[in-house]
Structure formats: C-alpha cells, structure tokens
Nanobody, 129 residues
Framework: QVQLVESGGGSVQPGGSLQLSCATS??????????MAWFRQAPGKQREAVAT??????????RHVDSVTGRFTISIDNAKNTLYLQMDNLKPEDAATYYC??????????????????WGSGTQVAVSS
C-alpha cells in the first residue's frame, strides 16, 4: 500500500508563495518511472490536475496546466522520495485542498484523477487578503 503524505499548506495573501511537499513510501526506482501529480479541489468543484511529472531516459518531464503555468513548479527529489509543488504569485482562485497522487507509468502522464491509484489525504491552501 503506497502512502502519500502532503504538507506545507497554509494561508497566504495574494501574491504570496508556498511550497507543498509530498512524502511517499514509493521506493526510488518505482518513483522514477511512475506518474506523479498534484491535483486540487475547491469546495463545490471537481478535482482538477495542477501538474504532472515523470522520469524517462534520465530526463524529467513536467506538465503544468495553463492556469498555473509560470507560477507553479512541480519537482521531485528521488533520493528523498518526495514530490514538491512550488507555488508563487498565488491568487485567490488557487485556494483549494491540494492532493498528491501516484499512478502507473504513462506517456504523457494523464490529467484525469481516475488514472491515479494512490492518493494523499490533502493539504489546504487558502489565499485571501
């Protein structure tokens, strides 16, 4: 059973920054090939993808959805089995519960939540003045 534990959420003003972390129990070799992703879900809305990451051929491939491109960055530390999401220039519409997810290898990594089989319990991000 894969365990994913998110941390780093909090409350910030618009324009602020947060870094989310996702500690995983996935071994480094598997984490290298899995699709890893961050999703978010605001109250009353569907869960949506924020960014995905996969490693292949000694290259890290990342994808960020349009609404966060240029502001959010997904990254991974394989040695620490930890996934990160650096969030800069936060906007009120970024407020949500953020979830870390892991799924089987895919090319590219999917954006549909149903394609991921392991989830963390989420960390809350609030953005308001």
């Amino acid at each position: 059973q894969v365990q994913l534990v998110e941390s780093g959420g909090g409350s910030v003003q618009p324009g602020g920054s947060l870094q989310l972390s996702c500690a995983t129990s996935i071994d480094s070799d598997t984490m290298i090939t899995n699709c890893m992703a961050w999703f978010r879900q605001a109250p009353g809305k569907q869960r949506e993808a924020v960014a995905t990451l996969r490693n292949a051929d000694m290259t890290t491939y990342t994808r960020h959805v349009d609404s966060v491109t240029g502001r959010f960055t997904i990254s991974i530390d394989n040695a620490k089995n930890t996934l990160y999401l650096q969030m800069d220039n936060l906007k009120p519409e970024d407020a949500a519960t953020y979830y870390c997810a892991a799924g089987p290898p895919s090319r590219p990594c999917p954006l549909e939540p149903s394609k991921y089989n392991s989830w963390g319990s989420g960390t809350q991000v609030a953005v308001s003045s």
